[in-house]
């Protein structure tokens, strides 16, 4: 089993810049392909980010390309979401996920272990 604990949201104007880090327990953290989903008030959790088990391969949605950036650092069994360029639309509550299929999944379902989430809030 593991446990996930996010961190590093906060209040940030738009154009600004958040690290949000995801410490894992348990010795198995690079068994697991790791995940960043987010719901805003009133919508459904939706996918941001994916890295796979070694780091090598990342996957985005549309909406955060070129502006968001996955990593993990399986010695901290930490994993990242360098968020830049943030825009008032990006608020919400995100929460990081654990995923033992190597199956490159968007649907928030396949994932195995949540964390507790964290506030991101931008304002305009």
């Known amino acids: 089993q593991v446990q996930l604990v996010e961190s590093g949201g906060g209040l940030v104007q738009a154009g600004g810049s958040l690290r949000l880090s995801c410490a894992a327990s348990?010795?198995?953290?690079?068994?697991?392909?790791m995940g960043w989903f987010r719901q805003a008030p009133g919508k459904e959790r939706e996918f941001v980010a994916r890295?796979?088990?070694?780091?090598?391969?990342?996957y985005y949605a549309d909406s955060v390309k070129g502006r968001f950036t996955i990593s993990r650092d399986n010695d901290k069994n930490t994993v990242y979401l360098q968020m830049n360029s943030l825009k008032p639309e990006d608020t919400a509550v995100y929460y990081c996920?654990?995923?033992?299929?190597?199956?490159?999944?968007?649907?928030?379902?396949?994932?195995?272990?949540w964390g507790q989430g964290t506030q991101v809030t931008v304002s305009s």
């Open positions: 996920a654990a995923d033992q299929s190597v199956v490159v999944d968007q649907d928030a379902s396949r994932y195995d272990y």
């Open positions: 348990g010795r198995t953290f690079s068994s697991y392909a």
């Open positions: 890295i796979n088990r070694r780091g090598g391969r990342t």
